[in-house]
T-cell receptor, first 113, second 113 residues
Framework: EAEVAQSPRYKITEKSQAVAFWCDPI?????LYWYRQILGQGPELLVQ????????DSQLPKDRFSAERLKGVDSTLKIQPAELGDSAMYLC???????????FGQGTRLTVV | GENVEQHPSTLSVQEGDSAVIKCTYS??????FPWYKQELGKRPQLIID?????GEKKDQRIAVTLNKTAKHFSLHITETQPEDSAVYFC????????????FGRGTSLIVHP
């Protein structure tokens, strides 16, 4: 069964350092989402791509976060510089074009120390 | 933007009892309502979904109801089992080209044997 791949699974970084996460969506899925999930809360959308274009990044803290999906396939989310409050699970999800089920990856658990 | 409220935040039941989780949404343009189950340390996975042209959908012990007029939808689990223990998230997806799912804060369901 096809899955959304994310790496790394775990990342510990020091405050003010740069960190990057990678996501490979299910083949053929045009829509890709990056979510942040703080422990005990629901996923919060950071950015949504349709192919290589950003559909919504209104909740992305653009002073430190950036996301790209250059060829409309895999995607990278970067944080620079990382802050203590960025500690969370970062989930990537993908779906087919249109209104349909989003499939989640295993996530990257980030700890900023 | 869309706002999804989910209640209760924690639900504790005895094995065999029924469990009901309720969500309300604000955007009348939302037309797809998935429910996800997230076990500890795992990715969210879709368990059931409903579209706005349907009032109720059932899959074995799980059912979802939607009231478009009141903008609320509910998850019903009958004959609960210990393996149903997890965090459940509702979501409302706005159509019209952007297809952005907005998640509730989650309900931690605990089923006691």
């Amino acid at each position: 069964e096809a899955e959304v791949a994310q790496s790394p699974r775990y990342k510990i970084t020091e405050k003010s350092q740069a960190v990057a996460f990678w996501c490979d969506p299910i083949s053929g899925h045009a829509t890709l989402y990056w979510y942040r999930q703080i422990l005990g809360q629901g996923p919060e959308l950071l950015v949504q791509f349709q192919d290589e274009s950003v559909v919504d990044d209104s909740q992305l803290p653009k002073d430190r976060f950036s996301a790209e999906r250059l060829k409309g396939v895999d995607s990278t989310l970067k944080i620079q510089p990382a802050e203590l409050g960025d500690s969370a699970m970062y989930l990537c999800a993908s779906s087919q074009a249109g209104v349909s089920e989003a499939f989640f990856g295993q996530g990257t658990r980030l700890t900023v120390v | 933007g869309e706002n999804v409220e989910q209640h209760p935040s924690t639900l504790s039941v005895q094995e065999g009892d029924s469990a009901v989780i309720k969500c309300t949404y604000s955007d009348s343009a939302s037309n797809y309502f998935p429910w996800y189950k997230q076990e500890l340390g795992k990715r969210p996975q879709l368990i059931i979904d409903i579209r706005s042209n349907v009032g109720e959908k059932k899959d074995q012990r799980i059912a979802v109801t939607l009231n478009k007029t009141a903008k609320h939808f509910s998850l019903h689990i009958t004959e609960t089992q210990p393996e149903d223990s997890a965090v459940y998230f509702c979501a409302a997806t706005r159509g019209g080209g952007s297809y952005i799912p907005t998640f509730g804060r989650g309900t931690s369901l605990i089923v006691h044997p």
